[in-house]
């Protein structure tokens, strides 16, 4: 079984501009989770799609958000790029069927914003 | 909310030494307990898992972790480190409310650097 594969795997962008991060999960998978990963602040969550809806968000600000198709695919969209936003963006999935149910995560994309 | 501590950044041991990282969490209500690795260039793995039952459980690489729910911890052990045990270690909880939803949580990571 395919695991979770996350494209690009690494970006460079300039200040103000915007970003588009995809997710494809594990087939069967409807639970996408989105990260947030540097070396200050660890993983941080950003929010969690189920079944195309947004579950719950984390405490980050409006210039990020996210979506989730049909085939259960997700995008981060991060906008006005600001060097902070330099980090290590974590998708994660899972069934979510069952509260036992455990993440898996993606190799991850590597944005660095100039 | 949920926090979630992780007592040691950066850890040194020689191979053969025994390890634990201590992990603690704040949150009162029902939890599963995790414990990913991710090696240098690698991306996250679970490394196990707890979710009801033998508080005390065991995982892949001869790792193991026990639940102490009154002092709301999770402390990962191995008696015999190896240098391919260097990594980084990260602690997650996963609280379930009553609605039905499930929110995961990560400490800020543990890095492990064994000296062969």
């Known amino acids: 079984k395919a695991g979770v594969t996350q494209t690009p795997r690494y970006l460079i962008k300039t200040r103000g501009q915007q970003v588009t991060l995809s997710c494809s999960p594990i087939?069967?998978?409807?639970?996408v989770s989105w990260y947030q990963q540097t070396p200050g602040q660890g993983l941080q969550f950003l929010f969690e799609y189920f079944s195309e809806t947004q579950r719950n968000k984390g405490n980050f600000p409006g210039r990020f958000s996210g979506r989730q198709f049909s085939n259960s695919r997700s995008e981060m969209n991060v906008s006005t790029l600001e060097l902070g936003d330099s980090a290590l963006y974590l998708c994660?999935?899972?069934?979510?069927?069952?509260?036992?149910?455990?993440?898996?995560f993606g190799p991850g994309t590597r944005l660095t914003v100039l | 909310a949920q926090s979630v501590s992780q007592h040691n950044h950066h850890v040194i041991l020689s191979e053969a030494a025994s390890l634990e990282l201590g992990c603690n969490y704040s949150y009162g209500g029902t939890v599963n307990l995790f414990w990913y690795v991710q090696y240098p260039g690698q991306h996250l793995q679970l490394l196990l898992k707890y979710f009801s039952g033998d508080p005390l459980v065991k995982g892949i690489k001869g790792f193991e972790a026990e639940f102490i729910k009154s002092k709301f911890s999770f402390n990962l052990r191995k008696p015999s480190v190896q240098w391919s045990d260097t990594a980084e270690y990260f602690c997650?909880?996963?609280?379930?409310?009553?609605?039905?939803?499930?929110?995961?949580?990560f400490g800020i990571g543990t890095k492990l650097q064994v000296i062969p």
């Open positions: 997650a909880v996963k609280e379930l409310d009553s609605g039905g939803y499930q929110k995961v949580t």
């Open positions: 994660a999935s899972g069934r979510q069927v069952e509260s036992t149910d455990t993440q898996y």
């Open positions: 087939s069967g998978h409807r639970s």
